[in-house]
């Protein structure tokens, strides 16, 4: 009877290539240049070459920028939804946004967390920032708006008086830059109808320089 062991048998050399590379650590035997895991040409997302290579996330392709806008959260809500197993929290955030030069803007964001519903209501601010009219860190003139059941209005002031407001005026206010003002809201309390009044009242600010510019007049100099 012929047993294994009577068989001789032969032992091809290994090549120069072979020893290089040899088998992938954990990848049950997959050489790398047969597109193995972690390979050139295999399917782990971080490896490099072919495959099912997807490239970075959604979150890296977008890394956060200093641009000199500020943001400040005037207002966080929780919800709560009943469910079988219990409650279920969310969060919803009223961010306001400027660069304290003449820009603000008014964001709403909503998530599971407070940090995420933030960083959504910050981004939503930066894309509607609106222009206002800022003369020598105060008003040109009196101005009131309406928005909803909020009513807000607005005097300029002296110099060093500072910002006599409270609440979502005084965030509008200082996110666009004003040192000097003299506010009151005599409507709703809402945060939102009272931000959005401050924003559509500073809106509608004019200089009379753009007044007499509109009536296609010119500006008179003073003569000393």
Known sequence: MVTDSDIPVTQVPETPADNALGPVAGSSGFDQRRGGPGGPGGFNRGGQGGGNNRGPRRDDRRPDIDDGIS?????????AKVVKGGRRFSFSALVVCGDKEGKVGLGFGKAKEVSDAIKKGGQAARKNL???CIVNGTLPHETYAEFGGGKVLLK??????????????????????????????MGSSNHANVVKATIKALS??????????SRGKKVREKSV
């Open 156 to 185: 300029p002031a002296s110099p060093g008086t500072g910002i006599i407001a409270g609440g979502g005026v005084r965030a509008v206010c200082e996110a666009a830059g004003v040192k000097d003002i003299l506010a009151k809201s």
């Open 130 to 132: 609106t222009l206002v």
């Open 204 to 213: 509608s600010l004019r200089t009379r320089e753009n007044i007499l510019s």
């Open 71 to 79: 943001e400040k959260v005037v207002f966080i809500n929780r919800c």
